[in-house]
């Protein structure tokens, strides 16, 4: 085996960026003792012809952030690719779960609503508070059509606890000056409410469970770029026309 001069390459490939510097047996120098003598017993072991094999960052990070585990898997570690994507397969679970049963109370207190709550005794009420009080404390108006605004008014403020079928019918035509006498009991808008936040509490975390979804992916895109970025230096023997040569590899 003939000795080699020292070979520095650069090796401009955009599509790769790789860089690659490249040192012969005999180009070790003797001063490293042990070191050198391991050095070179590896340059002149049989080699394999295969290329090392390069892990682009870039891509890993963009599979993960796809596909949780996705860039781990490209990197082959395959214990932290089950985990991300374990992760990711439980919190869209979740999800669906919570969602689910929001979107049901949701439904069964409109259907509440609907049954007990009567607009025509709301507009009685309201025609004969005008004519006696101040109606400046009056924040909103009743929507026209049955949306998730108007399933919140008619339970969460007082101007319009009158539409309840237990509220008091004397007080449709004679109304006191507030409604503090009917709110406070256990009244139908107090059962409608329970219904109206257990739905709200479902949904709410229907929403962590999503947050968890994107947690989850910029975690494992990151972790992907790092587990990428620390094979960017590599050490390989290559073979070589007049022999192996102990070679670096890094991306730029």
Not at 91 to 97: I, Q
């Amino acid at each position: 085996m003939r000795g080699t001069a020292m070979a520095v390459a650069f090796l401009t490939a955009f599509s790769v960026g790789i860089m690659s510097w490249a040192l012969g047996p005999d180009d070790l120098p003797s001063g490293l003792g042990p070191v050198s003598g391991a050095l070179k017993a590896q340059l002149e072991a049989p080699t394999s012809p295969e290329a090392p094999s390069q892990k682009s960052p870039a891509l890993a990070f963009g599979l993960s952030l796809l596909l949780p585990g996705a860039g781990q898997a490209y990197e082959g570690r395959w214990a932290p690719a089950i985990l991300f994507f374990g992760a990711e397969a439980a919190s869209w679970t979740a999800w669906y779960v919570w969602k689910d049963k929001g979107k049901d109370k949701e439904r069964e207190y409109q259907a509440f609503a609907d049954m007990h709550w009567n607009p025509v005794r709301y507009w009685a009420w309201r025609d004969s508070y005008q004519a006696r009080y101040d109606t400046t404390w009056w924040t909103h108006r009743l929507p026209e059509r049955k949306g998730q605004e108007y399933y919140e008014m008619i339970g969460k403020y007082d101007q319009f606890a009158a539409g309840w079928k237990d509220y008091p019918s004397e007080w449709l035509e004679d109304p006191p000056e507030d409604n503090r006498g009917y709110v406070g009991r256990d009244s139908l808008r107090a059962r409608y409410e329970d219904l109206r936040v257990e739905s709200n509490r479902h949904l709410k975390r229907a929403g962590y469970m999503m947050g968890a979804v994107v947690i989850n992916r910029v975690l494992s895109a990151i972790v992907a770029l790092r587990g990428a970025e620390e094979e960017e230096i590599l050490v390989r023997v290559l073979p070589r026309e007049e022999g192996p040569v102990l070679a670096t590899f890094w991306r730029f």
